[in-house]
């Protein structure tokens, strides 16, 4: 499985941003889907997640602000982000999960500024 990602950049706080995903190969053995991020001198932590049936799963730091959703004919996820805050400033990683084989595959990332 091969992710790409888009959709980064720079805006201020307040504002949105909208994050895509395109899975390509075998797209048949993922189950779930999601983003990640990772700031600066901090661990990667999970943004959200969809499975495969569309239950979502978020940041607490997330909730209300941050929606993700899936395409299940064009194989993306994206992640729509609105009422974005400096504290979201960071690099921001597609995940999919699969589960035969059990593995767990990674976009290259994308960055996100939020200016103050």
């Known amino acids: 499985v091969q992710l790409q990602a888009s959709g980064g950049g720079l805006v201020q706080a307040g504002e949105s941003l909208r994050l895509s995903c395109a899975a390509s190969?075998?797209?048949?053995?993922?189950?779930?889907m999601g983003w990640y991020r990772q700031a600066p001198g901090k661990q990667r932590e999970l943004v959200a997640t969809i499975t495969t049936g569309g239950i979502t799963n978020y940041a607490y730091s997330v909730k209300g602000r941050f929606t993700v959703s899936r395409n299940y004919a064009s194989n993306t996820v994206s992640l729509q982000m609105n009422r974005l805050k400096p504290e979201d400033t960071a690099v921001y990683y597609c995940?999919?999960?699969?589960?035969?084989?059990?593995?767990?595959?990674w976009g290259q990332g994308t960055l996100v500024t939020v200016s103050s």
């Open positions: 995940n999919a999960a699969s589960t035969s084989p059990k593995a767990d595959y």
């Open positions: 190969g075998s797209i048949f053995t993922i189950v779930n």
